[in-house]
């Protein structure tokens, strides 16, 4: 079965300042995409990144980055420069190939404090 | 474009009713899934639609059901209605099948009493 841990129920950070969300997944597939979605209060679910596994380079959208790090099965995202409005869930998620259906890990909760 | 759009935004239900949700996918996308999110499980995949055919399903029971349009618009329906469907019921829709990204709807809020 695939699996996606996401080990930090709840962080905070201060604007400004860095933070990275951790992600595990579980998968005997090859051909798989990796994502990270955002939650705000207001419930709209919207990607921050996404990454192919067969791209061994690691994917940048702005202030968001991702460390892939495939032998380990780990996929963390990295914010930088924190916003207020980064405040939010944030869900990993994984598809594989020959699959319609994410898989989501259970969200680490994101506060950024001013 | 304009985005996924989901309808009604909120609704309120009695068990033993049914309901029936609507999304629109982004246009020119083909694919649209369903997802239903609660505290307790997390977002869970309830079904996929592709070219009017249902092409994936979840493990969730018969009562909920679900169609696509030609237009690629969805519906899905809970039939029989239990406390426990209460939940946030999100629609994604992605270009193709494979791999896609898939772009997330706001949401129906469904409460059933």
């Known amino acids: 079965a695939q699996t996606v841990t996401q080990s930090q129920p709840e962080m905070s950070v201060q604007e400004a300042e860095t933070v990275t969300l951790s992600c595990t997944y579980d998968?005997?597939?090859?051909?798989?995409?990796l994502f990270w979605y955002k939650q705000p209060p207001s419930r709209q679910m919207i990607l921050v990144i996404r990454?192919?596994?067969?791209?061994?380079q690691n994917a940048t959208e702005n202030r968001f980055s991702v460390n892939f790090q495939k032998a380990a099965k780990s996929f963390s995202l990295k914010i930088s420069d924190s916003q207020l409005g980064d405040t939010a869930m944030y869900f990993c998620?994984?598809?594989?190939?020959?699959?319609?259906?994410?898989?989501f890990g259970k969200g680490t909760k994101l506060t950024v404090n001013p | 474009k304009a985005g996924v759009t989901q309808t009604p935004r909120y609704l309120i239900k009695t068990r033993g009713q049914q309901v029936t949700l609507s999304c629109s996918p982004i246009?020119?996308?083909?694919?649209v899934s369903w997802y239903q999110q609660t505290p307790g499980q997390g977002l869970q995949f309830l079904f996929e639609?592709?070219?009017?055919?249902?092409?994936n399903k979840g493990n969730f029971p018969g009562r909920f059901s679900g169609r696509q349009f030609s237009n690629s618009r969805s519906e899905m329906n809970v039939s029989t209605l239990e406390l426990g469907d209460s939940a946030l019921y999100l629609c994604?829709?992605?270009?193709?099948?494979?791999?896609?990204?898939?772009?997330f709807g706001p949401g129906t809020r469904l409460l059933v009493l």
């Open positions: 994604a829709s992605s270009f193709r099948r494979g791999q896609e990204t898939q772009y």
């Open positions: 998968t005997s597939e090859n051909n798989y995409y």
């Open positions: 990454q192919e596994a067969y791209k061994q």
């Open positions: 998620a994984f598809i594989w190939s020959g699959s319609e259906k994410l898989v």
């Open positions: 246009s020119g996308h083909r694919s």
């Open positions: 639609y592709f070219s009017e055919t249902q092409r």
